[in-house]
């Protein structure tokens, strides 16, 4: 599956940004999907995961209240909505895919999981 992500960019402490993910190649509707970041000098993280129903949805402690995460399978997209922006969630954002169908959703919290990522989109959050 091939991810694209768009929506990134310059933003205030404080504010939204709004992140989506289209999917193309493969059935996109029966896939879980996530999110994560990876800020400069740290390591890749889980931000948010989202079963394929939209039914069942995790958070990263960090983002939990802040964040949502949702889906579109019409559109074959994923969105991650972030409000409340902090500079600490200044990283670059990819959008995920699992390596099969099936992949449990318990497990999505795991990079390991993924087998499908996109190019990313830079969020920058000013102080």
């Known amino acids: 599956v091939q991810l694209q992500a768009s929506g990134g960019g310059l933003v205030q402490a404080g504010g939204s940004l709004r992140l989506s993910c289209a999917a193309s190649?493969?059935?996109?509707?029966?896939?879980?999907m996530g999110w994560f970041r990876q800020a400069p000098g740290k390591e890749r993280e889980f931000v948010s995961a989202?079963?394929?129903?939209?039914?069942?949805?995790y958070y990263a402690d960090s983002v939990k209240g802040r964040f949502t995460i949702s889906r579109d399978n019409a559109k074959n997209t994923v969105y991650l909505q972030m409000n409340s922006l902090k500079p600490e969630d200044t990283a670059v954002y990819y959008c995920a895919a699992p390596r099969k169908l099936g992949t449990p959703i318990s497990t999505m919290t795991s990079g390991a999981a993924y087998g499908s990522w996109g190019q990313g989109t830079q969020v920058t959050v000013s102080s």
């Open positions: 190649g493969r059935t996109f509707s029966g896939y879980h």
């Open positions: 989202i079963s394929w129903s939209g039914g069942t949805t």
